[in-house]
């Protein structure tokens, strides 16, 4: 997987933040991959995941078990 570029990313936090500085991540959709940041570390390490591996981190997260894809 190629680095994305994220210099133009447009990040955005789960509707379920509370705004209250809890702990949140943000999310953008850099082509060819999906990348995920602390909230609080704009500037710090960005996790590049394949569509797929998104995916099922979501539904895992969500659902407490392991995807089937």
């Keep these: 997987m190629s680095t994305p570029d994220l210099a ?23 082509l060819p991959c999906v990348a995920v940041r602390d909230s609080k570390d704009a500037s710090g390490p960005v996790l590049a995941l394949e ?5 099922q981190l979501v539904h895992q997260v969500k659902y407490g078990q392991p995807d089937t894809i």
């Design 8 to 30: 133009r990313a447009q990040w955005r936090k789960s509707s379920r933040s509370n705004g209250s500085g809890g702990a949140c991540v943000e999310v953008t959709l850099a």
């Design 51 to 55: 569509p797929a591996a998104w995916h």
